[in-house]
């Protein structure tokens, strides 16, 4: 690769002075002499092309050798950031823009015995935050990232296909309908043909996690010349369901769909796919008719430097996920690596997918935007795992989240509540094409629209209370709860940063954590110092073990907060519950709950005690009370497993300051499937002395049990 000031319509040195070794799939900033880069590289590589087509580079099984001199050969590239162009030999195959989306370009009249390929990468800086042209979402402005970083960069393979006259570049399957004895499919198929034929499409479904029968349906087309679209309807005897881990097997097969002229294989596709039917009924979650409250997060790209990301690191990331009984995970403002869809498919986790907008754009990118969209829900289409389409996150004037003054908060307020075009123009037009496109999955216009009443009905809710001034306090978290509950019918952003562990913030934070190590870690390790001001007094820690401690305490506490309000108002309206966010993807002060190195916060187990089938909780105001003040302590359980939890015993011990037992209660009883919150008992404490309460829950009797304590403040 070679870094550039500007391209040169393919022609540069020949000679190896000025080119570096390059990584691909990779990043350019992965190598040390391009660390700091932004802007334009160009790409070359030799290859000799010794292969006659007798297979194809993906191992598709085809025999394209057998049609002689009509085989056809084609350059693809999976992925690259962001505006690219291909010269094959020389001559130039054109412009494409996107980063997540393939392109191909036909090359068998351009290949000789030894080749050269040359790609022209440009990845500028987004510099106006607020009128941004790029889709590439969290990549190009997020708070989560390293504002220094660059994705440019080839990030998937390129690979030489090579096929008979019609060329079968895109096949995606969608379940219309299911139930024990039948499925109907519908397949949408992406065409190139030579040649006006007849053809034959042959499609094969064969078990991929259980025994059962292959099942091959054989439909007859005529092709014209070119490119052009084809679809139809299958219907699939006595179809395994794919279900989350929590509710059933994620049963899958696999599909080859087969394009014959006459009788030979043209081309063809295979894929993963299982049956399953998602719905949000208002916004209550429904799998092959069964209803389930989804509990989850926010998956951000597993890796800043997405291409090294891998199958493994997305198995370990969805097995943290799975094991903190989360069963969907919301992709966060990107398209992220194949790799993590094939392992929610294999793992039975549901993808909250968005597309790639983060708060505003410029209007110039909506014709490209709407070609995107629709490419996203073809490329995504097929994998059982991805249940909901969002178009953009926040469509609101942020610049830097970390901004609180009051003319940032006003402009995000107007954005917000008044006329915006990228919320009411674009992400309007993008919900209608994508419902178009897919009428199987749920279509959300932006996350975040706050719902208020009499002027308009709110998407999924955003709740940051406790963090953000522009949110509020928890005071006002109450209030919002009383006067607005519909925000709270399906939230998907709430949380706090935290550092990691002791032993991970020393791998990149220095000590003392004086002024020169807090603004490093404030300017490239998304570290919000002076919104944490407002919540803990951190700065008067004596050691980093103990604002690491302080900072996941204080986390601990606005998950728990959160998560009791939303169990506790389970389908009254509340169908979902996706904090902010799961992993880190760099060595970061974040939301996380796991670091980057994968290794679980405290506030990690306090989530998964927190997201429990069966748990006990207790809501009352975490504020401070006046000695002789009553504070009511209602105790709940609840149960969200399909099943009845059978003599489930919840315990209640309350202490005063001292640690002496002020009262007690046990309860035992049956908690229904599905159940919403039951109020077992109620204690009452009416303090006597100022100090620390503390109310101590604990269920037994169930699968997983719980055991956590509540403080009460008293002054």
């Known amino acids: 690769m070679r870094p550039l000031d500007m391209f040169t319509q393919g022609i540069y040195p020949r000679g190896e002075e000025g080119w570096l070794a390059a990584s691909v799939p990779g990043h350019w900033q992965q190598t040390p002499d391009l660390a700091a880069h ?16 007798a297979a194809d580079a993906s191992g598709w099984p085809l025999a394209a050798g057998r049609w002689s001199d009509k085989a056809r050969r084609w350059l693809r590239v999976n992925g690259a950031f962001y505006y690219s162009r291909a010269y094959m030999n020389g001559v130039d195959l054109g412009q494409h823009e996107g980063y997540f989306v393939p392109y191909e370009r036909e090359v068998g009249g351009l290949l000789q015995a030894d080749n050269s390929l040359l790609i022209e990468l440009d990845c500028p800086e987004e510099r106006d935050k607020l009128g941004k042209r790029m889709i590439t979402g969290v990549f190009s402005h997020w708070d989560c990232m390293d504002p220094q970083a660059n994705p440019g960069g080839i990030w998937l393979p390129v690979e030489l296909h090579a096929s008979g006259p019609a060329r079968l ?39 991929r996690t259980f025994a059962g029968e292959t099942q091959v349906i054989s439909q007859r087309r005529t092709l014209r010349a070119g490119k052009q679209e084809l ?22 097969y696999d599909v080859t769909i087969e394009l014959l002229l006459g009788d030979i294989v043209s081309d063809a596709r295979s894929f993963g796919f299982g049956v399953r039917r998602f719905e949000l009924r208002g916004w209550e979650a429904h799998l092959n008719g069964v209803r389930f409250l989804v509990k989850g997060n926010n998956y951000p ?44 498919d294999a793992a039975g986790m549901l993808i909250w997918q968005d597309f790639p907008l983060q708060w505003l754009y410029d209007s110039s990118i909506l014709p490209e935007a709407r070609r995107q969209v629709r490419e996203m829900v073809h490329l995504l289409g097929s994998h059982p795992s991805v249940a909901v389409w969002c178009m953009h996150n926040e469509a609101v004037l942020i610049k830097d989240t970390a901004d609180e003054s009051v003319a940032a908060r006003l402009l995000t307020y107007a954005t917000g509540f008044g006329f915006n075009w990228n919320r009411d123009v674009m992400d309007t037009q993008l919900k209608a094409i994508v419902q178009a496109e897919d009428p199987t999955r749920p279509a959300i216009r932006s996350s975040g629209e706050a719902d208020v009443p009499y002027l308009r009905k709110g998407t999924d809710g955003h709740a940051y209370f ?25 939230v998907t952003e709430f949380g706090a940063q935290s550092f990691p562990n002791i032993e991970s913030s020393r791998r990149f934070i220095r000590e003392p954590l004086d002024e020169g190590a807090i603004a490093r870690l404030s300017a490239h390790h998304g570290f919000q110092a002076e919104i944490m001001d407002h919540w803990i007094p951190w700065r008067q820690a004596g050691s980093l073990a103990e604002v690491v401690d302080l900072s996941q305490d204080y986390q601990i506490f606005i998950n728990r907060y959160y998560i009791d309000r939303l169990r506790f108002y389970k389908y009254r309206p509340t169908g979902g519950i996706v904090p902010f966010i799961f992993v880190d993807p760099y060595p970061a002060v974040l939301w996380s709950v796991v670091d980057y190195w994968r290794v679980p916060k405290r506030s990690y187990y306090a989530m998964r005690m927190a997201f429990s089938p069966q748990y006990a909780f207790c809501l009352f105001h975490p504020r401070t009370y006046a000695v002789g003040e009553a504070v009511e302590l209602p105790l709940y359980a609840v149960n969200d497993a399909q099943h ?72």
């Open 301 to 344: 790209p597993g890796d800043m430097r997405i291409a090294t990301m891998t199958r493994a690191r997305y198995d370990e990331d969805i097995r943290l996920a799975r094991e903190c009984f989360m069963n969907m995970l919301r992709v966060h403002a990107h398209i992220d690596h194949p790799a993590l869809y094939e392992a929610a």
């Open 466 to 490: 406790g963090w953000y001034r522009t949110y509020g306090t928890i005071d006002d978290a109450e209030m919002m709860q009383r006067r607005f509950p519909a925000n709270m019918s399906f």
């Open 644 to 715: 009845t939890a059978g003599g489930a015993r919840l315990a209640a011990r309350l202490r005063d300051p001292a640690g002496a037992t002020l009262a007690e209660t046990a309860r035992s009883r049956d908690l229904p499937a599905d159940c919403r919150p039951i109020e077992v008992d109620r204690l009452r404490l009416i303090p006597t002395a100022p100090g620390r309460y503390a109310l101590e829950l604990e269920l037994t009797g169930v699968a997983h049990e719980v055991r956590q304590v509540y403080e009460i403040e008293v002054a």
């Open 169 to 207: 570049s895109a096949a995606r399957c969608l379940t219309l309908a299911c139930d024990e004895r039948f499925a109907q499919v519908r397949f949408d198929l992406e065409v190139d043909s030579a040649e006006a034929a007849p053809a034959t499409l042959r499609l094969t479904f064969t078990p």
């Open 38 to 53: 932004t802007g334009k590289v160009a790409y070359r590589c030799q290859f000799s092309d010794e292969r006659q087509g």
């Open 231 to 252: 679809g139809g309807l299958v219907k699939l005897r006595e179809p395994q369901l794919w279900w989350t881990h929590d509710l059933g097997r994620p049963d899958m």
